[in-house]
T-cell receptor, first 113, second 114 residues
């Protein structure tokens, strides 16, 4: 069965710092990759997704992620974080053409002023 | 205003009681899902349904049951057999026809069993 690893469980950054959150998955076939974000008190919402093509995908609010197939990774990046980026971030993988998603354990990001 | 509705937001039950969580969507999505979110464990799939009157077990289905009698509704029952039911429950839905779909999530129901 596939699994998704998010190694950073809690990250604390100052405003304007750069962000990179790690995501690794274990599946050798075709994958679709997602990053979701859960702001305090809000719905889980999609930040960005990768299906095929350019491995560097851009999402909402200045976030981007790079799919590196050889490393089974899909790390999330943002050049300069804001206080409003404080949230929990989840990486998810879909495999085999089905609809099921496997989620990572999440990374709690706190951005300090 | 399209979206996914989960009610109630907070639910309290006594140990040994069954409880049903509501999930309704007006997005005309074919597929619906139930996840459980626990701190440090991410989201884990309980059940999913790709079409009316059909559903499949996810990774942690024991102690839960579902029904899918209508396209827009996918209620989840947490039975007394679920050993640790206190958690945050999230419902999601997605289109079925296209491979390029994403799951949309509801606001969640926080269940506390006393």
């Amino acid at each position: 069965a596939q699994s998704v690893s998010q190694h950073n469980h809690h990250v604390i950054l100052s405003e304007a710092a750069s962000l990179e959150l790690g995501c690794n998955y274990s599946y050798g076939g075709t994958v679709n990759l997602f990053w979701y974000v859960q702001y305090p008190g809000q719905h889980l919402q999609l930040l960005l997704k990768y299906f095929s093509g350019d491995p560097l995908v851009k999402g909402i609010k200045g976030f981007e992620a790079e799919f590196i197939k050889s490393k089974f990774s899909f790390n999330l990046r943002k050049p300069s974080v804001q206080w409003s980026d404080t949230a929990e971030y989840f990486c998810a993988v879909r495999t085999g053409g089905g609809n099921k998603l496997t989620f990572g354990t999440g990374t709690q990001l706190k951005v300090e002023l | 205003d399209g979206g996914i509705t989960q009610s109630p937001k907070y639910l309290f039950r006594k140990e040994g009681q069954n409880v049903t969580l509501s999930c309704e969507q007006n997005l005309n999505h074919d597929a619906m899902y139930w996840y459980r979110q626990d701190p440090g464990q991410g989201l884990r799939l309980i059940y999913y349904s790709q079409i009316v009157n059909d559903f499949q077990k996810g990774d942690i289905a024991e102690g839960y049951s579902v029904s899918r009698e209508k396209k827009e509704s996918f209620p989840l029952t947490v039975t007394s057999a679920q050993k640790n039911p206190t958690a945050f429950y999230l419902c999601a839905s997605s289109m079925q026809e296209s491979s390029y779909n994403e799951q949309f999530f509801g606001p969640g129901t926080r269940l506390t069993v006393l």
